[in-house]
Protein backbone atom coordinates (compact mmCIF):
# COMPACT_ATOMS: atom_id res chain seq x y z
CA UNK A 1 0.00 0.00 0.00
CA UNK A 2 1.31 3.35 -0.60
CA UNK A 3 1.51 5.89 1.79
CA UNK A 4 1.44 9.57 0.57
CA UNK A 5 2.85 12.51 2.42
CA UNK A 6 1.31 15.44 1.73
CA UNK A 7 4.06 18.30 1.61
CA UNK A 8 4.18 21.93 2.24
CA UNK A 9 6.74 23.15 0.36
CA UNK A 10 8.31 26.43 1.61
CA UNK A 11 10.53 27.31 -1.32
CA UNK A 12 9.90 27.79 -4.84
CA UNK A 13 13.06 25.73 -5.45
CA UNK A 14 11.83 22.09 -5.00
CA UNK A 15 12.94 20.03 -2.60
CA UNK A 16 11.47 16.74 -3.37
CA UNK A 17 14.72 15.63 -4.97
CA UNK A 18 16.44 15.25 -1.24
CA UNK A 19 13.08 13.59 -0.04
CA UNK A 20 13.46 10.94 -3.39
CA UNK A 21 16.91 9.63 -2.21
CA UNK A 22 15.69 9.01 1.08
CA UNK A 23 11.76 7.56 0.98
CA UNK A 24 11.17 3.61 0.10
CA UNK A 25 9.59 3.02 -2.95
CA UNK A 26 6.27 2.65 -1.61
CA UNK A 27 6.06 6.38 0.12
CA UNK A 28 5.12 9.05 -2.16
CA UNK A 29 5.26 12.97 -1.75
CA UNK A 30 1.99 15.36 -2.85
CA UNK A 31 3.60 18.84 -2.87
CA UNK A 32 1.70 22.43 -2.55
CA UNK A 33 4.38 24.95 -2.75
CA UNK A 34 4.76 28.28 -0.71
CA UNK A 35 6.92 30.18 -3.21
CA UNK A 36 9.45 31.89 -0.72
CA UNK A 37 12.70 32.97 -3.26
CA UNK A 38 14.54 35.06 -0.44
CA UNK A 39 14.67 34.28 3.43
CA UNK A 40 13.61 37.62 4.13
CA UNK A 41 10.54 38.90 6.77
CA UNK A 42 8.27 39.43 3.96
CA UNK A 43 8.53 36.54 2.16
CA UNK A 44 8.30 34.51 5.63
CA UNK A 45 5.42 36.57 6.27
CA UNK A 46 3.44 36.10 2.99
CA UNK A 47 4.42 32.19 3.06
CA UNK A 48 3.01 31.59 6.30
CA UNK A 49 -0.56 33.62 5.69
CA UNK A 50 -1.15 30.51 3.12
CA UNK A 51 -0.19 27.51 5.25
CA UNK A 52 -3.79 27.25 6.50
CA UNK A 53 -5.09 27.07 2.77
CA UNK A 54 -2.50 24.43 1.41
CA UNK A 55 -3.49 22.10 5.27
CA UNK A 56 -7.28 22.26 4.20
CA UNK A 57 -6.51 21.20 -0.27
CA UNK A 58 -4.09 18.28 1.12
CA UNK A 59 -6.82 17.09 3.86
CA UNK A 60 -9.28 17.43 1.43
CA UNK A 61 -7.05 15.00 -1.20
CA UNK A 62 -6.50 12.37 1.22
CA UNK A 63 -3.26 12.33 2.08
CA UNK A 64 -2.34 10.25 4.99
CA UNK A 65 0.12 12.39 6.81
CA UNK A 66 0.75 16.61 6.26
CA UNK A 67 4.19 17.83 6.77
CA UNK A 68 4.44 21.92 7.20
CA UNK A 69 7.91 22.76 6.00
CA UNK A 70 10.18 25.56 6.57
CA UNK A 71 11.45 26.30 10.05
CA UNK A 72 11.38 30.28 9.21
CA UNK A 73 8.13 29.96 7.91
CA UNK A 74 6.26 27.92 10.82
CA UNK A 75 8.09 30.39 13.51
CA UNK A 76 7.75 33.70 11.68
CA UNK A 77 5.80 34.46 14.73
CA UNK A 78 8.10 32.78 17.26
CA UNK A 79 7.10 30.39 19.62
CA UNK A 80 3.57 31.56 20.43
CA UNK A 81 2.70 31.69 17.07
CA UNK A 82 4.22 28.45 16.24
CA UNK A 83 1.99 26.92 18.89
CA UNK A 84 -1.10 28.63 17.40
CA UNK A 85 -0.29 27.47 14.23
CA UNK A 86 -0.43 24.18 15.30
CA UNK A 87 -3.72 24.50 17.25
CA UNK A 88 -5.18 25.98 13.93
CA UNK A 89 -4.25 23.18 11.47
CA UNK A 90 -5.41 21.10 14.20
CA UNK A 91 -8.70 22.55 13.50
CA UNK A 92 -8.68 22.06 9.68
CA UNK A 93 -7.40 18.16 9.69
CA UNK A 94 -7.91 14.85 11.52
CA UNK A 95 -5.35 13.45 9.73
CA UNK A 96 -1.69 12.95 11.44
CA UNK A 97 1.14 16.09 10.49
CA UNK A 98 4.02 17.85 11.66
CA UNK A 99 5.61 20.94 11.48
CA UNK A 100 9.14 21.30 9.91
CA UNK A 101 10.28 22.71 13.62
CA UNK A 102 7.97 20.11 15.41
CA UNK A 103 10.24 17.14 12.97
CA UNK A 104 13.50 18.84 13.54
CA UNK A 105 13.07 19.24 17.87
CA UNK A 106 12.03 15.56 18.02
CA UNK A 107 14.94 14.66 15.77
CA UNK A 108 17.48 16.13 18.17
CA UNK A 109 16.07 14.32 20.94
CA UNK A 110 16.13 11.21 19.34
CA UNK A 111 19.37 11.07 18.68
CA UNK A 112 21.41 13.04 21.81
CA UNK A 113 20.79 12.46 25.43
CA UNK A 114 22.73 15.98 25.91
CA UNK A 115 21.78 19.12 24.08
CA UNK A 116 24.70 20.98 23.67
CA UNK A 117 24.03 21.81 19.55
CA UNK A 118 26.33 22.70 16.96
CA UNK A 119 24.17 24.45 14.25
CA UNK A 120 25.84 24.41 10.51
CA UNK A 121 23.76 26.61 8.34
CA UNK A 122 23.12 27.90 5.29
CA UNK A 123 21.49 30.70 6.49
CA UNK A 124 21.87 34.34 6.44
CA UNK A 125 23.31 35.22 10.22
CA UNK A 126 19.89 36.65 11.77
CA UNK A 127 18.23 33.49 10.64
CA UNK A 128 20.72 31.43 11.88
CA UNK A 129 20.29 33.42 15.16
CA UNK A 130 17.02 33.48 15.41
CA UNK A 131 17.32 29.51 15.21
CA UNK A 132 19.36 29.42 18.52
CA UNK A 133 16.57 31.89 20.06
CA UNK A 134 13.61 28.91 19.22
CA UNK A 135 16.08 26.25 20.07
CA UNK A 136 16.47 27.99 23.43
CA UNK A 137 12.47 28.54 23.63
CA UNK A 138 12.67 24.68 23.83
CA UNK A 139 14.88 24.16 26.39
CA UNK A 140 17.81 23.24 23.80
CA UNK A 141 21.49 24.83 24.04
CA UNK A 142 23.36 26.33 21.65
CA UNK A 143 27.13 25.36 21.80
CA UNK A 144 28.20 27.17 18.90
CA UNK A 145 26.74 28.09 15.24
CA UNK A 146 28.45 28.93 11.90
CA UNK A 147 26.39 30.61 9.01
CA UNK A 148 27.08 30.15 5.20
CA UNK A 149 25.02 33.66 5.14
CA UNK A 150 22.92 32.91 2.09
CA UNK A 151 19.64 34.80 1.46
CA UNK A 152 18.30 32.92 -1.79
CA UNK A 153 17.00 29.35 -1.53
CA UNK A 154 18.40 29.03 -5.45
CA UNK A 155 21.83 29.39 -4.46
CA UNK A 156 21.54 26.88 -1.45
CA UNK A 157 20.13 24.81 -3.47
CA UNK A 158 23.16 24.12 -5.47
CA UNK A 159 25.64 24.26 -3.23
CA UNK A 160 28.20 21.25 -3.41
CA UNK A 161 27.56 18.31 -1.14
CA UNK A 162 30.83 18.13 0.18
CA UNK A 163 31.55 22.08 1.00
CA UNK A 164 28.16 21.78 2.95
CA UNK A 165 29.58 18.30 4.81
CA UNK A 166 32.99 20.24 5.61
CA UNK A 167 31.24 23.43 7.38
CA UNK A 168 29.89 20.96 9.89
CA UNK A 169 32.71 18.56 10.21
CA UNK A 170 35.05 22.25 10.94
CA UNK A 171 32.22 23.13 13.33
CA UNK A 172 32.26 20.15 15.17
CA UNK A 173 36.33 19.89 15.47
CA UNK A 174 36.66 23.70 16.78
CA UNK A 175 33.60 22.64 19.25
CA UNK A 176 34.22 19.05 20.64
CA UNK A 177 31.69 19.26 23.01
CA UNK A 178 29.18 19.39 21.15
CA UNK A 179 26.68 16.80 21.61
CA UNK A 180 24.71 17.01 18.00
CA UNK A 181 25.03 18.69 14.39
CA UNK A 182 22.06 20.05 13.48
CA UNK A 183 21.95 21.57 9.71
CA UNK A 184 18.96 23.52 9.16
CA UNK A 185 17.25 24.41 5.75
CA UNK A 186 15.12 22.14 3.74
CA UNK A 187 16.87 23.60 0.53
CA UNK A 188 20.11 22.54 1.73
CA UNK A 189 21.82 19.62 -0.51
CA UNK A 190 22.81 17.73 2.56
CA UNK A 191 21.72 14.44 2.25
CA UNK A 192 23.92 12.20 0.25
CA UNK A 193 26.14 13.05 2.87
CA UNK A 194 25.23 12.85 6.38
CA UNK A 195 27.04 9.49 7.20
CA UNK A 196 30.54 11.45 6.34
CA UNK A 197 29.68 13.82 8.80
CA UNK A 198 28.91 11.44 11.06
CA UNK A 199 31.67 8.88 10.07
CA UNK A 200 34.11 11.94 10.24
CA UNK A 201 33.02 13.70 13.83
CA UNK A 202 31.40 10.93 15.78
CA UNK A 203 28.24 12.82 16.50
CA UNK A 204 24.67 12.41 14.92
CA UNK A 205 23.55 14.48 12.47
CA UNK A 206 19.66 16.21 12.41
CA UNK A 207 18.69 18.09 9.19
CA UNK A 208 15.87 19.37 8.03
CA UNK A 209 14.92 16.80 5.74
CA UNK A 210 16.07 13.70 7.01
CA UNK A 211 13.88 15.03 10.43
CA UNK A 212 10.85 15.50 8.85
CA UNK A 213 10.66 11.78 6.56
CA UNK A 214 11.04 10.48 9.87
CA UNK A 215 8.46 12.29 11.47
CA UNK A 216 6.30 11.76 8.76
CA UNK A 217 6.89 7.95 8.26
CA UNK A 218 6.62 7.31 11.67
CA UNK A 219 3.06 9.09 12.19
CA UNK A 220 2.45 7.31 8.62
CA UNK A 221 2.77 3.91 10.61
CA UNK A 222 5.95 3.15 8.56
CA UNK A 223 8.85 1.67 11.00
CA UNK A 224 11.59 -0.37 9.34
CA UNK A 225 15.28 0.96 9.51
CA UNK A 226 16.54 3.45 6.36
CA UNK A 227 20.12 3.11 5.68
CA UNK A 228 22.55 5.63 4.51
CA UNK A 229 21.28 8.57 5.66
CA UNK A 230 22.69 9.10 9.48
CA UNK A 231 21.63 7.68 13.06
CA UNK A 232 18.20 8.88 12.68
CA UNK A 233 16.60 7.25 9.66
CA UNK A 234 18.93 3.99 11.04
CA UNK A 235 17.02 3.80 14.36
CA UNK A 236 13.64 3.32 12.70
CA UNK A 237 12.00 0.66 13.97
CA UNK A 238 13.71 -0.43 17.27
CA UNK A 239 11.39 1.03 19.69
Known amino acids: MTIWIGRIEPSMWFEGAWWQEILPPDVRLAVLSLGVRRLREEDLLRAHEQILEKVEQLDAEGVDVINVGGS??????????????????????????????????EAIRMVSSGQKILIASPYPIGQTEKRVTVLAEEGMTV??????????NRVIAVLEPLDVAQQAINLAKAN????????????????????????????PVVTCVQAQVHACLIRAGYNQPIVGYGQLLRGMGRA
Open 176 to 203: PDGDVIYMPCGSLPVTSVIDRIEDATGK
Open 143 to 152: LAHDSMDIER
Open 72 to 105: PVVTVYGKAGHERLIEEIAARTTRPFVTALQAEI
